[in-house]
C-alpha cells in the first residue's frame, strides 16, 4: 500500500478539501496537524527516512516526545492539498526531550512545517494529557463569521459561549466546555502558543481576535465538525445582529431542559 492510500492521509485530504470549500483557508490562511497512533507510526516507518537534522520547536512538549505529527507546510495552500500531498504537507517527529522537531516525508523542496508549529503542539501537548490521549487533531481555520464577531461583540469567552450556544440548539450538547478568546496577538511564536494552550485546558475551541480559530477533536471528523458547526452558529449571529438584534431566543431555562434531555452538564457559569 503506498503511503498516500493509507486512512489517515485520505482522510486528511478530504477534510482539507472540504474546509477550503468552506471558504476558511484563503491563500496559506490556517493550517492543521494530526497526531498518528501507534498502528500508523508502525506502518509508516517503511516509508520514512529520519536522516533529517532537529530544528527546535520554540516550545517544550515533553509528552509529545518520540511522537509522529502529519502537518501542513508554511506558506502553503490548503486547497492544493488535494494536487500533490508531498509539497503541501509532511510528517514530523519529535525527538527525545520534546524540544525538536524533524521532518521525515514529505514537505519536498525545503518546504517547512507550518508557522503555527509551536500552538499546535502546545495545543496537542496539553490535550493530550488532559483526554487521556484520544484528541489528535488541532485544526486551525480563518473562519469568516468568527473573526466578523471579533469586531463586535466583547473579546470575552463566556460572551461569545452564550451567544454562540443561543444560534442553534444543539451548539451546547457539540461544545459543552464553551470557547476561549485570546486577544490580538502577534501570530507565529512561543508566545501565542502559550495564550492558547492556557485556554485549551479548558475549552476545545480557541478564538484568536481579528484572526481565527483553534479548535482540538478526537480525529479529523470530529474537528472539522466541531469547526462547522462554531462558525455556522457565528453565521446566524451576523446575520442576527444584520437583521437588527434578537427579539426572541432560547433561554437560560430553555438549556437547563435541554441538559436534562441530552444527559449533559452544562456549565451555570454561561447562563
Ligand atoms: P502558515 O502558512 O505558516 O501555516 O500560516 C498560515 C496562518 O494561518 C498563520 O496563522
Ligand atoms: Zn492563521
Not at 492510500?5 to 485520505?10: G, S
Not at 509528552?63 to 506558506?75: H, I, K, M
Not at 483553534?214 to 446566524?236: H, Q, R, Y
Request: proline share 3%; charged share 25%.
Amino acid at each position: 500500500m503506498a503511503l498516500q492510500d493509507m486512512k489517515f492521509i485520505k482522510t486528511f485530504v478530504k477534510i482539507t478539501h472540504d474546509a477550503w470549500l468552506k471558504g476558511w483557508h484563503e491563500r496559506n490562511g490556517g493550517n492543521i496537524s494530526y497526531r498518528l497512533t501507534q498502528e500508523e507510526t508502525n506502518i509508516i516507518k517503511e516509508y520514512i527516512d529520519e536522516s533529517a537534522e532537529y530544528t527546535p520547536i520554540g516550545i517544550k512538549v515533553e509528552n509529545l516526545a518520540n511522537e509522529y505529527f502529519l502537518v501542513t507546510g508554511s506558506g502553503k495552500f490548503i486547497r492544493n492539498i488535494s494536487v500533490c500531498l508531498e509539497e503541501n504537507v509532511g510528517l514530523i517527529k519529535i525527538d527525545e526531550k520534546g524540544e525538536n522537531y524533524k521532518i521525515v516525508w514529505g514537505l519536498v523542496n525545503g518546504a517547512r512545517p507550518t508557522s503555527e508549529l509551536p500552538s499546535h503542539l502546545n495545543s496537542h501537548s496539553i490535550k493530550k494529557a488532559a483526554t487521556n490521549g484520544k484528541h489528535r487533531v488541532i485544526m486551525h481555520s480563518h473562519t469568516t463569521n468568527l473573526i466578523a464577531l471579533t469586531f463586535v461583540l466583547p473579546l470575552d469567552g463566556k460572551v461569545f459561549t452564550r451567544e454562540l450556544w443561543e444560534m442553534a440548539t444543539e451548539c451546547p450538547v457539540v461544545f459543552p466546555s464553551g470557547i476561549g478568546v485570546v486577544p490580538w496577538m502577534v501570530p507565529g511564536g512561543a508566545e501565542i502558543a502559550r495564550a492558547t494552550g492556557e485556554l485549551m485546558n479548558h475549552h476545545d475551541i480557541v478564538i484568536w481576535a481579528h484572526h481565527g480559530t483553534f479548535c482540538s477533536g478526537d480525529d479529523l471528523d470530529l474537528t472539522f465538525g466541531l469547526m462547522d458547526t462554531v462558525e455556522k452558529s457565528a453565521e446566524i449571529l451576523v446575520k442576527v445582529l444584520s437583521m437588527g438584534g434578537k427579539r426572541q431566543t432560547i433561554t437560560s431555562d430553555n438549556f437547563r431542559d435541554l441538559a436534562k434531555g441530552f444527559n449533559i452538564e452544562i456549565d451555570e457559569k454561561y447562563l
